[in-house]
Nanobody
Framework: QVQLVESGGGTVQAGGSLRLSCAASGLTFSWYTMGWFRQAPGKEREFVASISSITRSIQHTYYADSVKGRFTISKDNAKNTVYLQMNSLKPEDTAVHYC????????????????WGQGTQVTVSS
């Protein structure tokens, strides 16, 4: 049974930082592209960042334009964990943040990911 468990959410002032973690079990973690999505109240779930499996010693990362330069995604295959370091947070980053696992690199659609975590709330106050 595949499980993705997020942690690290919370409330922070604008300009602050948070680090989200997602611990995975029940899947061959190194084979999967891992993604972060978020969903604000009344809005659709949107892509934030993804990191691919390593192919020919190359690992690809992708970011939504809204978070480029502020967020960094990383993957620790030894710990079966993916991280999202979020810096320079803005009130518009407030949302439930979800971890997801899929098999194709570079995909930004919700339907491109097979497995999902339960989400962790990030609230940024102005």
């Amino acid at each position: 049974q595949v499980q993705l468990v997020e942690s690290g959410g919370g409330t922070v002032q604008a300009g602050g930082s948070l680090r989200l973690s997602c611990a995975a079990s029940g899947l061959t973690f190194s084979w999967y592209t891992m993604g972060w999505f978020r969903q604000a109240p009344g809005k659709e779930r949107e892509f934030v960042a993804s990191i691919s499996s390593i192919t020919r010693s190359i690992q690809h990362t992708y970011y939504a334009d809204s978070v480029k330069g502020r967020f960094t995604i990383s993957k620790d295959n030894a710990k079966n964990t993916v991280y999202l370091q979020m810096n320079s947070l803005k009130p518009e980053d407030t949302a439930v943040h979800y971890c997801a696992a899929g098999r194709a690199a570079g995909r930004v659609g919700v339907s491109d990911y097979e497995y999902w975590g339960q989400g962790t709330q990030v609230t940024v106050s102005s």
